[in-house]
């Protein structure tokens, strides 16, 4: 008989705090769907995914909105692998569609200084949305340099720089499936 396999795990080595665990993200995401789903009765929401992030999010919030929802996808860049934001945003990938009209929701993985989403918001409102507001998983409210309306908001979090759930530190750990607090970059 073979010894049982021994997996090492990909975040082993990895010095991980977890701050949010994947049952309290599952069902804090069920219940911003049902608040989405209540306010835009009637509506055909428009889910626009700020790439890379935010794609896990999107997935789990898009299959808890019982309404004829699109999705589109956009990609910003604040420049380099750099874990602070320098304040500079790039459209890196534009969306496929017009916004004529729509009803957007934002879906972005965390609210840090703001900067990333008053750009984005003030790019789409001159394109013509009927509406737009912001669905974020995280929010860390003590890095705000711009105040920024949340309609949606997962979780307040504590002023340190967190992976997983589709967040990365220089592109990894956007597939740990809880929220943890990068202790040290190993
Ligand atoms: P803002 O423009 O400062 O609000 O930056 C938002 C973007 O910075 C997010 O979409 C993330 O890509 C990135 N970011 C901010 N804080 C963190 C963090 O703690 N972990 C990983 N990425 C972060
Ligand atoms: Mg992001």
Redesign the pocket.
């Known amino acids: 008989m073979a010894q049982a396999e021994q997996q090492v795990s990909e975040f082993s080595g990895a010095q991980l705090d977890c701050l949010l665990d994947a049952p309290t993200i599952r069902n804090r995401i069920q219940e911003m769907g049902k608040e989405i789903t209540r306010d835009y009765a009637g509506k055909q929401p428009h889910l626009i995914c700020?790439l890379k992030?935010?794609v896990v999010f999107l997935s789990e919030l898009m299959r808890n909105i019982d309404l004829p929802i699109s999705v589109d996808f956009i990609a910003v860049s604040?420049y380099g692998n750099a874990?602070k934001?320098s304040?500079e945003?790039k459209i890196v990938k534009d969306l496929d569609s017009s916004l004529a009209g729509r009803d957007v929701l934002v879906v972005?993985?965390?609210?840090?200084?703001?900067?990333?989403?008053t750009y984005l918001i003030n790019n789409f409102k001159s394109r013509g949305v009927e509406s737009v507001r912001i669905a974020a998983l995280?929010n860390?409210p003590s890095?705000r340099?711009i105040e920024v309306d949340l309609a949606y908001k997962g979780f307040d979090i504590p002023d340190?720089?967190?992976?997983g759930f589709g967040?990365?530190?220089a592109q990894r750990f956007r597939n740990l499936p809880y929220v943890a607090v990068?202790i040290d970059g190993a």
């Open positions: 700020v992030g935010a604040s874990t934001t304040g945003v972005e993985d965390i609210l840090d200084t703001g900067l990333t989403l995280l860390k890095r340099l340190a720089f967190v992976v967040l990365d530190a990068l």
